[in-house]
């Protein structure tokens, strides 16, 4: 493909997509295939000879698109949003084309002074606090990690470095892997599962605290968990919070942790993956008071803040690759193009399509609301068994007109319905209801005979 072509089929390319996203409701929401469909519709081997972009551009429709959970239809409501936006994709264009490997300032000046003043556009936005933030001598400052799971994992790291440090300045006797056979580290019950996985990989031992009913860390049960450690003779040193839990939403209580934390020279570090983006709105900043406290932050604007994957901002001034891509150009150009009130608009339209389907649900008394809702994620279930529900959200997912995922909530397999797409309106949220209580309401015919 020489630049002439270039020209050509990326415009056709760019026809495409706009194409794939305007239609995108049409196309069934979730795929009907099974494990190990594309094995049988490609060759074994990579071709020896090169092939037309015809070809291949063919085998897009016949090949991939049967097999794609589209995830920015607007009857997706699994997981959390992955974020999209066109200002972000043209971006990503530019990214690819610079293609410039940033490990240092000089590969690329303008790749790592552009990350440094994006992250620290973003942590205003936040209103994080002053050490936060890189500004021209600041100690603080953002970088752009590839998925929250990385965030966490570097700063589990960073507070293991810090410990073992820590304790060979009182006794630097103690060699560093008796040190680290009494690190513990301690997180939700609710927590995500990367966080339990960073401390697999950073091999320190993680307990699990036990939330409260509204599925929150309290400041009393993590004491307590630390007291009876200390008292074992192990040394606790790093406390991951969650704010937004996967499972339901659940804030974990900052100000009551973060003084703990630090009284007992624990690093805590704070995982807002899919909740972040919302403390842009001044009514839901609230929801990260205590921030001041924290040795750091992450939440992945790639998630709802309509920049596209991969995309994850942590406010520690480290990562394990040593490359890096140019991605803070999506955030400049999402920046500008929508400025702080578009992003905003976006946030509150999606936390009102939330509210929206909770009232629905509501208003129909064989369902209940199982958490509170206080973003774009709604957890509820028919009021009945486990069984009852599972065979709901099988029909669900086989009908392939709207896509859910499940959790357990105390035990209790609950659905789950977060608002995804940045195209979704209230109409969908209508439709997708009204196809949930049709299938109900077979369902509850069927077994009642
Ligand atoms: N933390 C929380 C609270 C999440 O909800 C998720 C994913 O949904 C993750 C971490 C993992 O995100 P990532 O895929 O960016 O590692």
Redesign the pocket.
């Known amino acids: 493909m020489d630049a002439a072509e270039f020209r050509r089929r990326g415009k056709e390319m760019v026809d495409y997509v706009a194409d794939y996203l305007e239609n995108i409701e049409k196309r069934p929401v979730y795929p009907d295939l099974e494990p190990g469909y594309l094995r049988s519709l490609i060759p074994n081997e990579a071709p020896l000879e090169p092939e037309s972009y015809e070809d291949i551009i063919k085998d897009v429709e016949r090949v991939i698109m049967p097999g794609v959970t589209h995830w920015h239809s607007p009857y997706f409501f699994a997981?959390?949003p992955a974020a999209s936006s066109y200002p972000a994709m043209v971006a990503d264009m530019l990214c690819g084309a610079i293609g410039c490997i940033g490990f240092s300032w000089a590969a690329s000046p303008a790749c790592t002074e552009l990350e440094t003043v994006m992250l620290d556009w973003l942590g205003k936005m936040l209103q994080l606090p002053e050490c936060f933030i890189a500004g021209t001598h600041g100690r603080g400052g953002g970088v752009i990690q590839g998925?929250?799971?990385e965030a966490t994992l570097i700063s589990l790291l960073a507070a293991r470095c810090k410990a073992v440090r820590r304790v060979q300045t009182i006794n630097a006797k103690k060699s560093e892997s008796e040190i680290l056979s009494k690190l513990v580290a301690y997180t939700s019950d609710q927590a995500?599962s990367?966080v339990e996985r960073a401390a697999l990989i950073g091999a320190v031992m993680m307990r699990k605290v036990p939330t409260d009913n509204r599925y929150a860390v309290r400041r009393e049960m993590l004491k307590k968990m630390v007291e009876e450690d200390k008292a074992a003779g192990l040394i606790p040193f790093y406390f991951c919070a969650?704010l937004?839990?996967?499972p339901s939403c659940a804030f974990d209580h900052l100000t009551e942790l973060g003084p703990l934390c630090n009284e007992e020279n624990m690093w805590m570090h704070i995982?807002a993956?899919?909740a972040g983006s919302a403390f842009i709105c001044p009514e839901f900043r609230p929801l990260l008071n205590g921030v001041e406290f924290a040795d750091s932050f992450n939440f992945?604007p790639h998630k709802w803040l309509l920049v596209n994957f991969d995309y994850?901002t942590a406010a520690i001034h480290w990562q394990i690759p040593l490359g890096r891509r140019f991605r803070s150009l999506k955030m400049w150009f999402v920046f500008r193009m929508y400025g702080l009130k578009g992003l905003q608009a976006h946030i509150r339209k999606q936390v009102a399509l939330a509210k929206e389907f909770e009232s629905l649900v509501r208003a129909d008394k064989r369902f209940e609301i199982c958490a509170e809702v206080v973003l774009g994620l709604v957890c509820f279930r028919l009021k009945g068994s486990n069984e009852l529900n599972q065979e709901l959200l099988k029909r669900i997912t086989k009908s392939r007109e709207i896509h859910l995922v499940p959790c357990q909530l105390s035990g209790r397999f609950v659905l789950r319905f977060a608002i995804c797409a940045r195209t979704t309106e209230s109409h969908h949220i209508q439709q997708a209801w009204q196809h949930i209580t049709q299938l109900t309401f077979e369902l509850l015919q069927e077994a009642s005979h």
């Open positions: 997981y959390f998925t929250a799971s995500h990367s969650t937004g839990t996967t995982d993956a899919y992945n994850m």
